[in-house]
């Protein structure tokens, strides 16, 4: 029986959209994602003991506390400015309270190591793009990594941002590696689409949908023309394994695309 590896939760009544965690289908991932809608006003607090917690700000504006901190930050959205995120370790915690309308998506993974609270600013994690000129200019897309093993060795996870132009791939050529992935997406209109392949099984991406990707399995996507893709990519490290930029293993049925005109 194929594991479960897409889903299409809704927000509850609290404003809760409950992605993976370490007891349901997606167990697998060895995260626990979600994602808040929050109200001018609300405030929230994260962390938990035995935890590493990232919370990432989609959209809104917001007050972080952190670690004796504080910083008011705000992102229009996704598609066209870049992150705020706040990364604390166990026995510390993020405060957010909501000074708009506001979407944090919430990425938490079990570890034990302290390591300094850290505010990523969008210049902390640039846009880069990606396959410009290759495979017909079709797999160009944008790119930024919040943090990974180089930026933060003390982590077990990895937070980055995709951002497909309309109608173009990314995750190409086909590749994997053995650690697992979840994709967030969200589109720049609500009927906006895509398709996401994991393994041998292809779903249609829709705003606010998410795949899980088991360690092993080939992943590309694609945007339907007219629509931009956002893409959140969160990997888990494994014990003794972390997950490195140069561990991307290209299926070798493609790799002759890189030399085609």
């Not at 077990?156 to 190409?172: I, R, T």
Request: aromatic share 14%.
């Amino acid at each position: 029986m194929e594991k479960k590896v897409f889903g299409y939760p809704g927000f509850d009544e609290k404003g809760e959209q409950i992605l993976t965690t370490y007891h349901n289908e997606y167990r697998d991932m060895m995260m626990d994602i979600r994602v808040y809608r929050m109200g001018d006003g609300d405030e929230r607090t994260f962390g938990r003991e035995g935890e590493e917690v990232a919370v990432l700000l989609l959209s809104g504006k917001v007050n972080f506390k952190w670690d004796g901190q504080e910083k008011t930050v705000s992102r229009k959205d996704v598609f066209t400015q870049g992150p705020w995120c706040v990364h604390v370790c166990t026995g510390d915690s993020v405060v957010v309270k909501a000074m708009a309308e506001t979407e944090v998506l919430v990425q938490a993974t079990k570890n034990r190591n302290t390591f300094g609270a850290k505010l990523y600013a969008p210049k902390d994690a640039p846009w880069n793009y990606s396959s410009v000129g290759k495979f017909g200019n079709v797999a160009k897309r944008r790119v930024n990594t919040i943090f990974d093993h180089d930026i933060a060795p003390w982590s077990n996870m990895v937070l980055g941002e995709v951002l497909n132009d309309k109608g173009n791939w990314s995750g190409y050529l086909p590749h994997r590696h053995p650690q697992p992935e979840t994709y967030y997406f969200k589109f720049d209109r609500p009927e906006g689409f895509g398709a996401s392949f994991v393994g041998d099984q292809v779903f249609k991406s829709t705003d606010g949908s998410f795949s899980a990707i088991p360690g092993g399995e080939l992943h590309p996507q694609a945007a339907a023309p007219g629509f931009q893709m956002y893409t959140c990519w969160m990997i888990r490290h494994l014990d003794g394994n972390p997950w490195l930029q140069t561990d991307r293993c290209e299926d070798e049925r493609y790799t002759w695309l890189h030399d085609a005109e």
